[in-house]
């Protein structure tokens, strides 16, 4: 690998020494990682709460005309999310990836290198999307856990991608086969660690949502007392006051998987074969290899 053999997140063995790293990343470079996950989640949120949805409530979902009309309606903002997602999700990656370099023009570098894997990263995506969603819908078919183990395995192969593409290879086939190679090459380990960090996110998460809700407990209650107040519970999204402290909130923890993904590329590609790139100066030809190695005295 590039330059990246002394990166900070790179030499986990086990779970211990991966939850070690990634806790002393995290706080290490947290500011810049909560900037970028704020914005993010500010940017989604805002465009969330233009969403009507409390309009499904008196709708006659009978008129078929009348809920594609809708739905038709929310596939420009819901589309914005998704690519403002995936751009804040891109950057996230390269800032994990490049600031603990030290590097002059690091902003510059980050811009950049994730403006550069933008469109292959967003092939990428879509093809991952179609995949998980036919093994997650499989498995459901079948029984629940078959669809859960489907969405973890899915979840787990498409962590390598950003990693392999920011410093292998842009081609989205390569970066497809080489993520499910990392994938494979320690599956259980690798899907022990996306499993264990999950259920800490869900865990952190619940606990900040529950903080977040505390200004709007009453209507919480109430919305759960009478579900004709659901309504009211989708009204309160739309508050200033709980779009930014929930903004606030969640990018706590968005950080963490762009974290992981890091401490599994760099686990799985020590001792595989990865794209290098060679120096220049190894190139040149030196003035010793114009002349016949001398035999040794022994």
Known sequence: MNNYQNHPLSGAVDLDSAMTKMWAFYKKYFLGLYIISVMMSLLTRILSSRIDLSSFYS??????????????????????IVVISIVFGVLLHAWVL???????????????????????????????????????????????????FAML????????????????????????????????????PNLAWVVVVSLIIVVISLAVSGLVMLPFTGTFIKALG??????????????????????????LVTPVFPILAFLLYFRNSEGMQAVKVTPEEENRVKVEDLYPRMPENK
């Open 59 to 80: 709708m006659d979902t009978t008129d078929y005309d009348e809920v594609f009309k809708m739905m038709k309606g929310m596939i420009v903002p819901y589309s914005l």
């Open 98 to 148: 490049e600031r603990p370099l030290g590097e002059e023009n690091t902003i510059q570098k980050v811009l950049k290198s994730s403006l550069v894997v933008l469109v292959p990263f967003l092939i990428v995506v879509i093809v991952f999307a179609i995949v998980g969603s036919m093994l997650t819908s499989i498995g459901i078919l079948l029984l629940i856990l078959p669809g859960v």
């Open 153 to 188: 395995y899915i979840v787990t192969v498409a962590l390598f991608a950003l990693p392999v593409m920011l410093t292998e290879s842009r081609n989205p086939v390569q970066v497809i086969s080489r993520s499910f190679s990392l994938a494979h090459s320690n599956f259980w």
């Open 226 to 251: 009478d579900p004709d107040n659901a309504a009211k519970m989708l009204e309160m999204t739309k508050n200033p006051l709980y779009i930014g402290l929930s903004a606030l909130a969640t990018s």
